[in-house]
């Protein structure tokens, strides 16, 4: 039976108890009692989805044997002899990670091949068999210690595909195998934010059942701060794709009931579901070259493919995930360095001035009334989604109106709500009052979440509306920012 979103509990009878402290006058106050916030509309995030939903981007490691025989998908039996990252830096990797604006990076602890980057006692296919600082490294434990140093998040992957493993494809033995591993990575290396783990295996691989929900329940268990990454969840989804691009539509509400790992409609994936009942918000995955291993022969991608990825993901409210690989000495390569950093640059001239921090901000109706700062259209201007603005309750529609107080071009509208509350906004559109005195519409958007970056053609106005049909609605943040590179202005965080 599908649960009504818009109850988001039954109401609890209590007793009421009266306590008497002593016999004094307490003078009464005069100032009128406060609104309190609107109800939530399930499903809400948990404090961990939260966490990862405002960190916006992680940075993918994809590292192993693959780096060194130019391979993506290892076939499990390379010598581990060839995995001699002489250079290795882990905390290179951070500080490239970092400054570039992204405050998580996961690790292929161990891919496809079986082979790991830590010294675990179920398998001798791992860096101590490896010539790298003879046998005695540890690729996890140093980047662990590098992230925990820089404040950086630390995520892991461990592929459940393993084809170096002689116990792959039975399935009581190999699960056993499969959670030893987990449980090792889970309790030696401080704390972990994320786990990832995915239903790929090629064709023609032996057939293995994965023992998914006792995974997550071990996961849980040991680092009950991590998301869990997967095609479908518990906490996070894969966008469906490899492109980093989500769907023009994308909920963070989804069904894990009418999902499958390794077998979900790419589809679904990609928008999400506004009937959901389970908060599973996307993941968008994406090498910053061709390859996911660092191959000699592969270039980066300019930043301006970033910056387009950027407004494809994280403007449709999901997470980055970008793939940058170690090369073979250890280090991630100059090439990509610069690359993140003009990356990093091109965000800054974007969001670092907002064109609409002066705007004079009224509303068709306010929670509580015009008296309620608690709920004030100004609010929007302010950052972070806990302070918002909302409507009076049983609105069928509601009008923003931002006043710029004096003319100012932009093509980029971004848009916030506060998820904590809940993911509500279904469809809005931005006018604006052009020389005429006429309203124009400049877009329609749909969903928001998170976050939402729209894009279209300059427009120079001194007056803006945002309207929208749906009831129930509370916004956070409106900023216009000016993206002077490519001639782009934006309107960041309502």
Request: overall charge negative; hydrophobic content about 35%.
């Amino acid at each position: 039976m599908k649960k009504n979103k818009n109850n988001c509990t039954k109401p609890i009878s209590q007793n009421l108890i009266l306590t008497l402290l002593a016999l004094y006058f307490i003078p009464i106050s005069n100032s009128p009692l406060k609104k309190p916030p609107p109800l939530p509309i399930l499903p809400l995030p948990s404090s961990p989805q939260l966490e990862w939903q405002l960190s916006s981007m992680a940075l993918f490691l994809h590292f192993g044997p693959n780096t060194f025989t130019d391979s993506e998908w290892g076939t499990g039996r390379a010598d581990p002899r060839v995995f001699n990252p002489t250079r290795l830096n882990a905390s290179q990797w951070v500080h490239a990670a970092k400054s570039a604006g992204f405050n998580r990076v996961i690790l292929t602890a161990k891919h496809h091949d079986g082979f790991c980057l830590w010294p675990s006692e179920y398998t001798d296919y791992s860096v101590k068999s490896s010539e790298w600082k003879n046998g005695t490294g540890d690729v996890v434990a140093e980047l662990a210690l590098a992230a925990k140093e820089a404040g950086v998040d630390l995520g892991l992957y461990l592929s459940p595909w393993d084809r170096h493993e002689p116990s792959y494809g039975k399935t009581l033995e190999y699960n056993e195998f499969y959670m030893a591993q987990m449980a090792e990575l889970l309790t030696r290396y401080g704390e972990i934010k994320e786990v990832w783990l995915d239903g790929a295996k090629g064709e023609g691989e032996k057939d293995m059942e994965y023992f998914f929900d006792s995974w997550f329940s071990l996961i849980h268990q040991l680092q009950p701060r991590a998301v869990i990454f997967s095609d479908v969840g518990p906490d996070t989804r894969w966008i469906g794709d490899e492109a980093g691009v989500a769907g023009s539509t994308c909920w963070s509400l989804f069904n894990r009931s009418d999902a499958k790992i390794g077998g979900t409609d790419p589809r679904y994936s990609q928008g999400g579901d506004p009937h959901g009942h389970d908060w599973v918000p996307a993941e968008c995955d994406v090498s910053i070259r061709r390859g996911w291993f660092w191959h000699a022969s592969e270039a980066p991608k300019s930043a301006v493919e970033l910056l387009d990825l950027y407004y494809k993901s994280v403007g449709r409210n999901c997470l980055l995930l970008l793939n940058v690989p170690p090369n073979s000495s250890g280090l991630i390569s100059a090439e990509d360095i610069q690359v993140l950093q003009e990356f990093s640059d091109l965000r800054k001239s974007i969001f670092s001035y907002n064109l609409a921090e002066n705007a004079l901000v009224s509303a068709s109706s306010t929670r509580g009334g015009i008296s309620s700062s608690q709920f004030d259209p100004h609010n929007v201007m302010k950052e972070g989604i806990y302070t918002y603005w909302a409507p009076e309750e049983n609105q069928s529609d509601w009008t923003l109106l931002i006043n710029l107080q004096e003319p100012v071009s932009f093509n980029v509208l971004q848009v916030q709500e506060p998820i904590h509350m809940g993911q509500r906004i279904i469809k809005f559109h931005l006018d604006i009052l052009n020389e005429e005195g006429t309203w124009k519409k400049v877009i329609n958007g749909t969903t928001v979440g998170y976050q939402r970056l729209l894009q279209f053609p300059t427009v120079k106005s001194q007056r803006l509306s945002m309207s929208d049909s749906t009831s129930q609605t509370a916004l956070n943040g409106s900023h216009i920012l000016q993206k002077s590179m490519f001639n782009h202005s934006e309107i960041a965080a309502i």
